[in-house]
């Protein structure tokens, strides 16, 4: 069965640093793109980056573009999300995610909490 495990969730203040994990299991991690999305509170859920299934490529969005850096470590099955220069408007619940290519069936994780305050 497919299973997604965010870590590396917490409390940071603005302008520090963080780095997600997830943890993929259940299918052929190495065949998927992968994305991180968040859900702000009170806000839904957007998409944050997504990486190849091969790590050649990689899309964020544009209030992420140059603080974080999408990554992953095929053997490990695992992809990562870097995120520098954090900002109180990136508080959410981080979650990584894959579409099944045919059933386009939907896949996430239960989420990480990322808080930035001071």
């Known amino acids: 069965q497919v299973q997604l495990v965010e870590s590396g969730g917490g409390l940071v203040q603005p302008g520090g640093s963080l780095r997600l994990s997830c943890a993929a299991s259940?299918?052929?991690?190495?065949?998927?793109?992968m994305s991180w999305y968040r859900q702000p509170p009170g806000k839904e859920r957007e998409l944050v980056a997504t990486?190849?299934?091969?790590?050649?490529?990689?899309n964020y969005a544009d209030s992420v573009k140059g603080r974080f850096t999408i990554s992953r470590d095929n053997p490990k099955n695992t992809v990562y999300l870097q995120m520098s220069s954090l900002k109180p408007e990136d508080t959410a619940v981080y979650y990584c995610?894959?579409?099944?290519?045919?059933?386009?069936?939907?896949?996430w994780g239960q989420g990480t909490q990322v808080t930035v305050s001071s």
């Open positions: 990486i190849a299934s091969r790590g050649g490529s990689t």
């Open positions: 995610s894959f579409r099944r290519t045919f059933s386009k069936q939907d896949y």
């Open positions: 259940g299918f052929t991690f190495s065949d998927y793109a």
